[in-house]
């Protein structure tokens, strides 16, 4: 009987720990997978959305005005300057209901301007998505 409990003990601890799942967006082109399944985030809170990207987000800002979104991208500021002009570069937008009128990077630390904290999502992570746009490649 012992031997079937620890055997049913090792089996459950085993399940439990292999059956998590894994986030959708695993390298920045499967960004678009967050647009194939849209209507999994519109009306929902902006964290929920960033609980399925793996990648640092590199570069990010709030725009002000409406509709007031995030843009989003997974690569640095002086990998963006390194590209040739007029070349896309991939991008998340993620619009959302509420006014994003906090966001200024003249108030922002100079080296964390453009970066996506923790603070922000504390800050913005409630805020409702609305729509979702993928832009450039890779």
Do not use: H
Request: aromatic content about 14%; overall charge positive; some cysteine.
């Amino acid at each position: 009987m012992k031997s079937v409990l620890k055997t049913f003990a090792i089996l459950f601890l085993f399940a439990n720990n292999s059956c998590k799942a894994q986030q959708m967006v695993q390298t920045p082109n499967d960004v678009y997978k967050l647009k194939a399944n849209e209507q999994q985030f519109i009306n929902k809170p902006l964290k929920n959305l960033l609980k399925e990207i793996k990648p640092e987000i590199k570069i990010a800002f709030g725009t002000l005005g409406y509709p007031s979104f995030f843009s989003f991208r997974f690569i640095s500021r002086e990998e963006m300057n390194r590209k040739p002009f007029g070349s896309n570069t991939l991008g998340l937008f993620v619009y959302v209901k509420e006014p994003v009128d906090e966001w200024d990077n003249s108030k922002r630390p100079k080296e964390i301007e453009f970066q996506w904290t923790k603070e922000d999502v504390e800050k913005y992570g409630d805020f409702t998505v609305i729509r979702i746009k993928v832009i450039g490649k890779d």
